[in-house]
C-alpha cells in the first residue's frame, strides 16, 4: 500500500481558473474566478474528498486535475512534472495517469457503442497489447466492476442507470490509471444504487491501490468514502484536513452549515 511519503501522483499549487462570464445576463461581472488560488495534492491509495454547493468550482476543478482545463494561474504536476503545455499529446499521456468518471453514465457513454466497444476503445487509441490482450483486458473489466461477460454486447440503452455507470467506471480503469476522478459519480442514479456505486469505487481504490478524487455537493456522501477532505466555496478552499477532523470538529462556519443541512445518511 502506497503512503503519503510517496510523491503526489496528481498536485495543483495556487491554482486559479478564470473564465469569461457567459453571455446573456444583465449586470453580470465580466470575469468569473471559477478556482481560486487552489492547492491539493492526490496519492495513490488515498481518497480525497471536494465538496461544496453548486457553482463552487468543483467541475473546473476536476477539469484542472484531468488535464481538461490549463490553469489561468499557478501550477499543474502530474508525477512531479509541471504540466506548461497543454497540448493533444500531453493530454493523451495524462489521460494514462488519471481518468475521469463523470455525473450521467447517459452522457458519458456513445450511445451506438457496445459495452465491448467502449471498454476497448481507450486500449485501441493508446494502441495498448495486441487483439487477444486487449479482448482479455476488456472481459477483466466487466468483471471488475461487477456485470457479467453477457453485458459486452449490451448497449448503453440496454442497461439500468446504475449497470451504466458501472460501465463508465470500467472505461476509466482501462488504462490502469495511478488516480480516478469521480464528478459526482451517484448524482444521476437512483437513490437504491447509489451505495453500490459508492461502495464499488470504495472497494477498486483498495484493490486497485488508487488514489481517488470523489467529489460531491453532499458532504454525507464524501465522509463515506474520503480520507481528506477540501471544502468550497465560490472558488476557495475554506477548509482541507483529514476527514474525520473536518467532520467531527470542522473550524469553518460554512462547514458547520454544510453539516447542519446535510440529508440523512445514505
Ligand atoms: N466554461 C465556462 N465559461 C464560463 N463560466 C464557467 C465555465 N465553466 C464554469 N463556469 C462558471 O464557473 C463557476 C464554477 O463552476 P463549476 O461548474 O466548476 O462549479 P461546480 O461546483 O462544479 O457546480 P455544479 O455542482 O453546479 O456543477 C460557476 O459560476 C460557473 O457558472
Given at each position: 500500500m502506497s503512503t503519503t511519503t510517496n510523491p503526489p501522483v496528481v498536485e495543483l499549487c495556487g491554482v486559479h481558473v478564470v473564465f469569461k462570464s457567459r453571455a446573456?445576463?444583465?449586470?453580470?461581472?465580466?470575469?468569473?474566478?471559477?478556482?481560486?488560488d487552489v492547492s491539493v495534492q492526490v496519492h495513490r491509495g488515498q481518497t480525497v474528498g471536494i465538496v461544496g454547493e453548486s457553482g463552487s468550482g468543483k467541475s473546473t476543478m476536476a477539469k484542472v486535475l484531468v488535464g481538461l482545463q490549463p490553469p489561468t494561474r499557478g501550477e499543474v504536476r502530474f508525477r512531479g512534472d509541471v504540466v506548461t503545455r497543454y497540448t493533444p499529446a500531453v493530454r493523451k499521456k495524462v489521460g494514462r495517469v488519471v481518468s475521469v468518471v463523470f455525473q450521467d453514465p447517459a452522457t458519458a457513454?456513445?450511445?451506438?457503442?457496445?459495452v465491448r466497444d467502449a471498454l476497448r476503445d481507450p486500449l485501441d487509441v493508446h494502441r495498448v497489447g495486441d487483439a487477444a490482450s486487449r479482448e482479455a483486458r476488456v472481459r477483466d473489466l466487466v468483471h471488475l466492476v461487477?456485470?457479467?461477460?453477457?453485458?459486452?454486447?449490451?448497449?448503453?440503452?440496454?442497461?439500468?442507470g446504475g449497470q451504466r455507470q458501472r460501465v463508465a467506471i470500467a472505461r476509466a480503469l482501462a488504462l490502469e490509471p495511478d488516480v480516478v476522478v469521480a464528478d459526482e459519480?451517484?448524482?444521476?442514479?437512483d437513490v437504491s444504487v447509489r451505495a453500490q456505486i459508492l461502495n464499488l469505487l470504495a472497494d477498486l481504490k483498495a484493490e486497485l491501490d488508487l488514489g481517488m478524487v470523489f467529489i460531491s455537493h453532499d458532504i454525507q456522501t464524501v465522509r463515506h468514502v474520503s480520507d481528506e477532505i477540501v471544502v468550497m466555496r465560490a472558488g476557495r478552499v475554506v477548509e482541507s484536513g483529514p476527514a474525520a477532523r473536518v467532520l467531527?470538529?470542522?473550524?469553518d462556519s460554512y462547514t458547520r452549515t454544510l453539516l447542519a443541512a446535510a440529508p440523512a445518511l445514505l
Open positions: 446573456g445576463t444583465l449586470f453580470k461581472a465580466k470575469h468569473v474566478h471559477a478556482v481560486d457513454l456513445n450511445a451506438r457503442m457496445t461487477g456485470l457479467p461477460s453477457s453485458a459486452l454486447e449490451a448497449m448503453p440503452g440496454q442497461l439500468s459519480p451517484t448524482s444521476a442514479l467531527d470538529d470542522p473550524q
